[in-house]
C-alpha cells in the first residue's frame, strides 16, 4: 500500500506550482480587479464568468457553484484525482522528487497512480508508434498515405503521427519490457486480452495520438490501411477507458489552445488528416471529435478556452462539413445546440464538397484559409439546408418550406435580429414578408404550448422541489487514498453554519474585513487585531473565520499570501474552510494604493471602525439591559451596579473616540 506523502512536500508542491498556469490549461482567464483573475467556471455551465483565481492566494473559487480551494484540489476536480495522485502529477510536472512515510515509494512505482501509469503507458505506446512509422519497411504505405496528403515527416512528427505493427504482439511485448502490467495495458486500451494472451489493439494501421488538452495522450485514432486487414472499419479509435472520454476530448486541442483563446475563434473539422491540413495552412484554431458527433461536452470546453461569455463582443466557432447528406446532418445536430454558445456561429461547406484536406491537396492553403473565412452563418446554412427539401417553383413547396423554416426563425437568440431574417427568408423562398411573418409566429406560439406542456409534465413542476446539481457538474466527493481521510465537500461541511447574509450592511462589512485579512495581511498593524474580538462579527460563519485567523497567531510580516491563507484554513473550523477559501478569493470593492499594492488605509480603517462600532454598541446595550434591570430588582447589589455602570461609561466613551475617529 501507498505511503502517506510527507506534509512538507505537500507543501511544497503547493507552493512551486503556479494556480494561474494550472487553470489555464482549461479555462482562459482574464483580469477581474487588482491580483484577481476570473473565466468560466469548469465544473457548471454558466454563460457569464464567476470563477475567479487569486494567484499571490493560491487559491481558486467559483461563485456560481460554490466550488473553491487550492490548486492540489483543482486537479482533484478537473482531472478526477485522488489528493495523492493530485500530488504526484504537479510533483511530476515541476521535476519534483516526493518522499513517503512508511518505508518510501511503493515498488513497480504504485504510487504514480493508476491515471499517471496509464499516461505514462500511452506517452511510451506514442514513441513507439511514431518510430515504427519513420524506421519499419513495412510501414512504407503509411509514409506514402500521408505523402499523398501533402504531409511530410516533419508533419507527422508535428502530430505525434505513428504506425502500429501488423504483427499485432509487438507493442504489448515493448511496453511489458518497460515495465506495464498486463492490466495496465488492457484496462488503458493500448492491449487486448485472448486465448493465447494479450495482442496489440491496432494492427496495420496509421494511428494518430489523442491528447487531452494539457497535451498528455490519452487514446489514439487508427485509420485502416491493408486491403486484407480483418476490421473493415475505415477508422478504430481508443474505446473509453479511465483516463479517454470522447464526449469531452477534441483532437489537436492541446495545440490549437493559445490560437482559439488568443483569436477567440475555433474551427471544428471532421478528421484527423483535417486538422493537420488546416494547422499546415494556418488556420491554429482548429480541432476535431474522435470518433463521435460534436456535442454538449465538447462545446462546454470550448466555450472555456475561447472565453465565449455573454458580456463580451461575441467569439466565433466554424464548422466544416461534407457537402454530402451525412454532413448535412451533422451540421443541423450542431444547429440544434446553437442556444449553449454565446458566440456567433457559422459553417463552412467547400464546393464540391471536398473536406479541409482534399482542398488543400486540389487547390493549396490559401483555398482552406479562404474556405473558413467565407464561412456562412449557421442560421442561413440551416434555413437553407431546410428549404431546399422542397419545390418552391411551386406554391404548396413554398408554403411547406415556410412552415419548415419558420421553427429556425423563431429560435434565433437575438429576437431583434428576426425581422431581419424574416425578410431574408422571404426573399430566398420567394413570398411576401407578412407570409413568412405569420409563420414565425404560429412557430411561437407552438413552442410556447410544448414548453408549458413539458413543463407540466415534469416529475415536482412549480413545487420547488428535485433542484439537482448545475448541468455539467461533477458529482461531490472524490475517492481518497488508503491512507488518506476524504474531506467532504464545501456544502457538508458548511452545512452546521448558517450562510452570512450579505444583505444585512454590517454582515457586508465584516465579510470585507475578512477579505482583507486574508488576501492582504500587511495591512493591518497586531494593534488592528488586538482591538478586534470574536463576538465583533455578527455571522456565526465570520465569528468563526476570525477565529482562525486568532488561531493562526494573526497576520505575520514575511509570510507569502498563499501560506498565510492556508495556515489560516488549517487553522479554521472544518465547517468554515469552504468559507475562507472563498473569502482569499473574493474581489475587494476599493482602490489600491499605487506604492504598496494594498488597499488604501482609510478603507481598511472604515472597515476596523464599522465592525467595532457595532461590537461596541452591542456591548452599550447588553450594558444598559443590565442596569434597567438591576433597577428594578430590590435585591441588587450597589456594588456591582456600581461596577456595571462605571463599565457601561467606558463603553460609551470608547465609542465616542472611535467615532471621532471615523469622523
Not at 297 to 302: G, P, Q, R, S
Request: charged share 30%; aromatic share 6%; proline share 5%.
Amino acid at each position: 500500500m501507498a505511503g502517506r506523502i510527507k506534509a512538507e512536500d505537500v507543501a511544497l508542491v503547493k507552493e512551486r506550482s503556479s494556480i494561474e498556469d494550472v487553470v489555464r490549461e482549461h479555462v482562459t482567464l482574464r483580469p477581474a480587479g487588482p491580483g484577481s483573475m476570473k473565466g468560466l467556471c469548469p465544473f457548471h455551465d454558466e454563460k457569464t464568468p464567476s470563477f475567479n483565481i487569486r494567484p499571490t492566494v493560491g487559491a481558486w473559487h467559483c461563485f456560481g457553484c460554490g466550488e473553491g480551494g487550492d490548486v492540489i484540489s483543482f486537479v482533484q476536480k478537473v482531472e478526477h484525482l485522488t489528493f495523492s495522485e493530485s500530488v504526484e502529477r504537479l510533483a511530476q510536472k515541476l521535476g519534483m522528487e516526493l518522499h513517503y512515510e512508511e518505508g518510501g515509494r511503493p515498488r513497480d512505482g504504485e504510487s504514480l497512480g493508476r491515471r499517471s501509469r496509464l499516461l505514462e503507458a500511452h506517452r511510451a505506446a506514442q514513441e513507439f508508434y511514431h518510430h515504427a512509422l519513420l524506421n519499419s519497411p513495412e510501414a512504407r504505405i503509411g509514409r506514402d498515405f500521408l505523402r499523398e496528403r501533402g504531409f511530410d515527416s516533419e508533419a507527422a512528427k508535428r502530430f505525434g503521427v505513428g504506425f502500429a505493427p501488423r504483427g499485432g504482439e509487438e507493442l504489448s511485448r515493448h511496453l511489458r519490457s518497460k515495465g506495464f502490467t498486463d492490466d495496465e495495458l488492457t484496462i488503458g486500451g493500448l492491449s487486448g486480452r485472448g486465448s493465447r494472451g494479450l495482442y496489440d489493439r491496432f494492427r496495420g494501421r496509421l494511428v494518430w495520438p489523442i491528447r487531452d488538452i494539457t497535451g498528455d495522450t490519452v487514446g489514439f485514432g487508427a485509420r485502416r490501411l491493408f486491403d486484407d486487414d480483418r476490421i473493415a472499419a475505415k477508422y478504430l479509435n481508443t474505446s473509453e477507458t479511465p483516463i479517454y472520454k470522447k464526449s469531452t476530448v477534441l483532437y489537436g486541442l492541446d495545440l490549437a489552445k493559445k490560437s482559439i483563446a488568443g483569436d477567440r475563434k475555433a474551427v471544428v473539422v471532421e478528421g484527423y488528416t483535417d486538422v493537420m491540413a488546416c494547422h499546415l495552412a494556418g488556420i491554429e484554431g482548429a480541432v476535431a471529435t474522435c470518433g463521435t458527433a460534436f456535442g454538449v461536452d465538447h462545446i462546454k470546453v470550448l466555450r472555456r478556452i475561447m472565453r465565449d461569455e455573454a458580456d463580451l463582443a461575441p467569439a466565433r466557432v466554424v464548422f466544416t462539413f461534407d457537402g454530402d447528406a451525412a454532413g448535412q446532418k451533422a451540421a443541423m445536430k450542431a444547429f440544434g445546440e446553437d442556444q449553449r454558445w454565446a458566440s456567433q456561429s457559422f459553417v463552412a461547406v467547400a464546393d464540391g464538397g471536398m473536406d479541409p484536406c482534399e482542398l488543400r491537396i486540389a487547390k493549396g492553403d490559401d483555398a482552406v484559409r479562404h474556405l473558413v473565412d467565407d464561412a456562412v452563418p449557421m442560421f442561413e446554412f440551416a434555413v437553407r439546408t431546410t428549404i431546399a427539401r422542397f419545390d418552391l417553383s411551386t406554391a404548396e413547396g413554398r408554403v411547406q418550406g415556410m412552415r419548415a423554416a419558420a421553427p429556425i426563425v423563431n429560435s434565433i437568440r437575438d429576437s431583434s435580429m428576426r425581422p431581419e431574417y424574416i425578410r431574408t427568408v422571404a426573399g430566398w423562398i420567394g413570398v411576401e414578408v407578412e407570409q413568412v411573418q405569420a409563420e414565425v409566429s404560429r412557430a411561437q406560439r407552438l413552442a410556447a404550448r410544448d414548453a408549458k406542456a413539458d413543463g407540466d409534465a415534469r416529475p415536482g413542476a412549480g413545487t420547488g422541489g428535485g433542484a439537482g446539481q448545475a448541468p455539467g457538474h461533477p458529482q461531490r466527493g472524490q475517492r481518497a487514498d488508503a491512507d488518506m481521510v476524504p474531506e467532504p465537500s464545501f456544502e457538508e461541511a458548511r452545512a452546521a453554519l448558517p450562510a452570512p447574509d450579505l444583505r444585512d450592511p454590517v454582515v457586508f462589512a465584516e465579510r470585507q474585513l475578512l477579505q482583507t485579512l486574508l488576501q492582504y495581511p500587511d495591512s493591518f498593524e497586531p494593534a488592528d487585531i488586538d482591538s478586534l474580538d470574536a463576538e465583533a462579527f455578527t455571522a456565526p460563519a465570520h465569528r468563526a473565520v476570525f477565529d482562525g485567523i486568532r488561531a493562526a497567531g494573526g497576520p505575520r510580516r514575511g509570510l507569502s499570501t498563499q501560506a498565510w491563507a492556508d495556515t489560516v484554513a488549517e487553522a479554521a473550523p472544518l465547517s468554515v474552510r469552504g468559507l475562507v477559501s472563498e473569502l482569499a478569493v473574493a474581489p475587494l470593492p476599493t482602490r489600491f494604493d499605487k506604492a504598496t499594492g494594498l488597499p488604501e488605509r482609510r478603507y481598511v480603517d472604515a472597515l476596523l471602525v464599522r465592525v467595532q462600532e457595532v461590537s461596541l454598541t452591542r456591548k452599550i446595550g447588553d450594558a444598559m439591559s443590565a442596569m434597567r434591570r438591576m433597577a428594578a430588582d430590590p435585591h441588587t447589589d450597589p456594588a456591582q451596579a456600581r461596577d456595571l455602570s462605571g463599565e457601561l461609561q467606558d463603553l460609551q466613551r470608547e465609542l465616542a473616540r472611535l467615532r471621532d475617529r471615523a469622523s
